[in-house]
């Protein structure tokens, strides 16, 4: 067996220690005789297993007793359209679009009321973060909502933007538990797991209690209630067993790890490892203004389209998989979420060297 370096954007890759430990509790989990995707949601050691797994988010987040975690289905793209049922009362959201995720959260409120675009980085490709210091948030609109990391092009909010006193909504997906969060600041942080904590299955949605309401729009849909969801303890149906399992796993190696103090040290490390070499590469370089780097995805190109090809594919060959950009912006992207280890982006950009040395005068 031999285990290549994934740079994927999602799903992606997961600590080698967690796969392995999933593997050795394949057929029996904990002596129950069964593995956790045959047994019942109902069960005293699934119970066991989702109970623990929100423990640990807590602690990792050190998330205030105010605020609900909820273990839901339907990924991020369902909080597209939760977001606004739940959160609407006077049909009013400020969406600020830095990429295609927050574009299309930003549509699908549309379907419920009036959702405001009142910042945008779209000029430029998404290739920053727009100045959000001042907004013309709308008196009426019942949140302001943003896309943290933008996994596409690359961009972090490194400063979370004034809302003027309105609750702030944030898809953290790329970013969720990369570093430490001051959960206060916001009203709901929600995240689809697959980037950088789990499985595709799973969205964790942390929701401060005020925020839920049984006075939804009247067209939401049950499943989507976050009232009916946080009664019932993420159990209103059957959730993603298997995926809650597994982020489970992931919390206890962060914790292992030293928590996200040490992840974000980490995460900041192996980011400048690339960010240092694309800076002085007279070949590669990034695509996103220095100061909105995201220390997750990291998207780059030559200038020329079939260079970036035939990077793409050597790349491959050499065991640096899935480092194709995404087909709006071009050229490459790596990802580089709590799992890759410092060594993989040490060898890519041993690789990327070569590459730049082998066609020096392209
Ligand atoms: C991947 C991604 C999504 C889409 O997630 P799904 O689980 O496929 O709905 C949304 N937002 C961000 C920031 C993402 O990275």
């Given at each position: 067996m031999s285990r290549v370096y994934n740079f994927s954007a999602g799903p992606a890759v997961l600590p080698e220690e967690v796969l392995k430990e999933a593997a050795a509790e394949m057929l029996d989990y904990n002596g129950t005789g069964m593995s956790v995707m045959e047994m019942s949601h109902r069960s005293k050691a699934f119970e066991e297993i989702i109970q623990t797994a929100e423990q640990d988010i807590r602690d990792l987040l050190k998330i205030p007793d105010n605020y609900k975690v909820l273990f839901l289905q339907g990924g991020a793209h369902q909080q597209f359209a939760a977001v606004p049922l739940n959160l609407f009362k006077n049909r009013v959201g400020d969406y600020i679009i830095t990429g295609q995720w927050a574009k299309k959260a930003w549509k699908e409120a549309k379907l419920y009321g009036t959702a405001n675009a009142i910042a945008s980085s779209e000029d430029k490709t998404f290739s920053y973060i727009p100045d959000c210091s001042d907004l013309p948030v709308d008196e009426n609109a019942d949140y302001v909502y943003i896309c943290e990391n933008n996994t596409i092009y690359?961009?972090?909010?490194?400063t979370l933007p004034n809302t003027k006193g309105k609750t702030l909504v944030s898809d953290v997906s790329s970013c969720f538990l990369s570093e430490p969060m001051d959960v206060s600041k916001y009203g709901v942080i929600y995240g689809g797991v697959q980037k950088n904590i789990g499985p595709a299955g799973v969205v964790i949605v942390i929701i401060r209690e005020d925020l839920i309401r049984e006075d939804v729009l009247p067209e939401t849909p049950t499943i989507m209630r976050y009232d009916v969801q946080a009664k019932a303890g993420s159990l209103y149906n059957t959730p993603p067993c298997y995926g809650i399992y597994i982020c489970g796993k992931v919390f206890k190696w962060l914790k292992k790890q030293g928590g996200l103090e040490a992840m974000k040290e980490r995460n900041e490390r192996k980011a400048k490892i690339l960010y240092d070499y694309l800076d002085e590469s007279k070949l590669f370089h990034g695509t996103v203004r220095k100061e909105d780097r995201s220390i997750m995805n990291v998207p780059f190109v030559t200038g020329d389209k079939e260079l970036d090809t035939l990077f793409v594919k050597e790349a491959e060959a050499a065991g640096f998989v899935n480092l194709k950009g995404h087909r709006t912006v071009g050229g490459m992207r790596a990802s580089i979420y709590n799992a890759m280890p410092e060594e993989g982006v040490v060898k890519l950009v041993e690789f990327m060297k070569k590459f730049e040395a082998e066609h020096a005068d392209a």
């Open positions: 690359g961009t972090k909010f490194h």
